[in-house]
């Protein structure tokens, strides 16, 4: 959804009201689906948890409670895992009968325990930044010299790196779904290396994580794409998670905002991402800009909003509680909204409009056209003409039915030759 408005300013309510309507139309789903489960559903099985066991996990929490704050109060997450391990060593070893996973569940709560009243109870965040405050921000473009663009983006531990690669009209990705779209001309892919949290094992195929992310930043970028027309490419992202500590999907529409400008493309406005957090406990519930890893993983909420100035772009919620209320959405999308319009500043200072000149390692295209009656003369019996074109100048030639003529080569020469040769035979 792209919501046009003032040029600085974005009318959030207009997006809260659509979501407001669509939960109509919901409600109206789940009623038919409710019916189906009524007239066909079967019982849910029942199953027995295995918990931890609750006097031991209170024994260990007023013990080492003043620990694990100590350990959890800084702004690096490796640190603070650093600082975690000697503390369950010792559980480990007064406890000798807890098996590892329940010492995860001991680690797991104990943080969540901390995390939560911190920032319920004191208005603290782990790291000591301010409710709405970012952490801090850096932007690069240009740094990987051969491609056709480049752009890192860092928003604390986060660090994403997307590089952009141009293509001909006839390099798009072939589609084989259920959707009427043939042809993908935008593809954005995510990828999530195990270093990037600190682990070391094999890499392996994307999962649902880095399809997901990739398909939220691909999202939030499609609506200030520039047309076919105005800019005759296949456009290719690839955001390459360096450093993760919350956020990357966000970082990847940063990251590729500045590719896409570093590369030339002529992109309507620039889309940042950011996302707003939530805890709860009864009635009380608090937000909070720009979290993260551990306050994701012990929060009830990550609202995730990609943008312009002028309008929300992609929208994604992960959430662990029942449900929130206008309320929580209405201040989630006033804080996104500050955090966005404020990392698009940072980013603009780095690059502030678009590159009026492709890399000189990205192929120019030439587009014109022919009468369509005349593409087969251009063409030749088996392709023997336009291959022969082709051979002669060593560029791409790629021909629609309706006689646009795209010519793909980085030697603006050898363009003008095949121009000439293709025009000499329509004419």
């Not at 019916?35 to 199953?47: L, S, Y």
């Not at 752009?151 to 959707?179: A, E, I, S």
């Not at 295209?365 to 392709?383: L, Y």
Request: net charge negative; aromatic share 6%; proline share 5%.
């Amino acid at each position: 959804v792209m919501i046009e408005a003032g040029a600085n300013e974005v009318d959030e309510d207009t997006m809260l009201n659509a979501i407001k309507a669509a939960h109509v139309e919901i409600k109206k789903i789940i009623t038919f689906i409710n019916g189906i489960v009524a007239e066909r559903g079967k019982p849910k099985i029942d199953f027995q948890v295995v918990g931890l066991d609750m006097d031991v996990f209170h024994a260990i929490q007023n013990k080492y409670l003043d620990d694990f704050k100590a350990a959890m109060d800084t702004d690096d997450k490796n640190v603070r895992d650093a600082a975690l391990l000697p503390i369950m060593d010792k559980i480990a070893e007064e406890y000798p009968d807890l098996s590892d996973a329940d010492l995860d569940l001991v680690s797991y709560k104990m943080q969540k325990y901390v995390v939560r009243r911190w920032l319920l109870d004191e208005g603290k965040r782990v790291d000591g930044r301010g409710i709405n405050e970012i952490r801090p921000l850096a932007a690069e473009v240009g740094i990987l010299p051969r491609v056709h663009g480049s752009g890192m983006f860092t928003r604390g531990q986060t660090q994403v790196l997307t590089t952009c690669t141009l293509g001909g009209t006839k390099d798009n990705q072939l589609m084989d779904d259920l959707t009427d779209e043939q042809t993908k001309r935008y593809i954005h892919h995510y990828n999530f290396p195990p270093y990037s949290v600190g682990e070391a094992r094999a890499p392996r195929s994307p999962g649902r994580r880095e399809i997901g992310h990739g398909a939220l930043a691909e999202r939030a970028l499609v609506p200030v794409l520039p047309s076919l027309e105005e800019f005759p490419y296949t456009i290719r992202c690839v955001s390459e998670v360096l450093s993760s500590n919350g956020s990357t999907s966000q970082a990847s529409i940063c990251g590729s905002t500045l590719a896409l400008m570093d590369a030339g493309v002529p992109i309507k406005a620039p889309v940042a991402g950011i996302s707003c957090g939530l805890i709860t406990e009864g009635d009380r519930w608090m937000t909070m800009l720009d979290i993260q890893g551990v306050e994701d993983f012990h929060g009830d909420m990550d609202f995730k909003v990609g943008g312009t100035r002028k309008g929300i772009t992609a929208i994604q919620m992960d959430i662990k509680i029942k449900g929130i209320d206008e309320a929580i959405l209405r201040q989630a999308l006033s804080q996104a909204l500050d955090g966005r319009l404020f990392i698009l500043g940072k980013m603009l200072e780095v690059l502030p409009q678009p590159r009026e000149h492709l890399s000189a390692y990205a192929p120019k295209i030439i587009r014109f056209t022919i009468n369509p009656d005349k593409i087969r003369e251009v063409i030749g019996p088996g392709g023997k003409m336009i291959n022969k074109i082709i051979d002669e100048t060593g560029v791409k030639i790629d021909i629609d039915d309706d006689g646009s003529v795209y010519i793909a080569t980085p030697d603006e020469a050898a363009a003008a030759k095949a121009h000439r040769i293709i025009e000499g035979i329509a004419k």
